[in-house]
């Protein structure tokens, strides 16, 4: 099982990048799926999720209407739209995804829900 998160590179502050991750080795159609970030002497936080059926996403304050989450479950990916970005949002992301299928949650945000994890891809934004 993987995940392969692409997409990330320099940018100036204000500016977009859409960050992809595809999945191979089983089927994530049914399983939360959520983007996280570790900024240079950080820890992980988490940035956004979305249900295994798209209807609900959830997002950490520091990105909210900045940053959209959204999936293509016939693709086995997930994606995540950054705009306005700035140079706060430089980091490494990661996408991780559930193991149990169909699982609802109060809050996508606990690292301890996602068992797989992509091998991260940083974005840089300059000021």
């Known amino acids: 099982v993987q995940l392969q998160a692409s997409g990330g590179g320099l940018v100036q502050a204000g500016g977009s990048l859409r960050l992809s991750c595809a999945a191979s080795g089983r089927t994530f159609s049914n399983n939360v799926m959520g983007w996280f970030r570790r900024a240079p002497g950080k820890e992980r936080e988490f940035v956004a999720g979305i249900s295994w059926g798209g209807g609900n996403t959830y997002y950490a304050d520091s990105v909210k209407g900045r940053f959209n989450i959204s999936r293509d479950n016939a693709l086995n990916a997930v994606y995540l739209q950054m705009n306005s970005l700035k140079p706060e949002d430089t980091a490494v992301y990661y996408c991780?995804?559930?193991?149990?299928?169909?699982?609802?949650?109060?809050?996508?945000?606990?690292?301890?829900?996602?068992?797989?994890w992509g091998q991260g891809t940083l974005v840089t934004v300059s000021s």
């Open positions: 991780a995804a559930d193991r149990d299928s169909r699982r609802t949650y109060t809050y996508y945000g606990a690292r301890y829900l996602y068992d797989y």
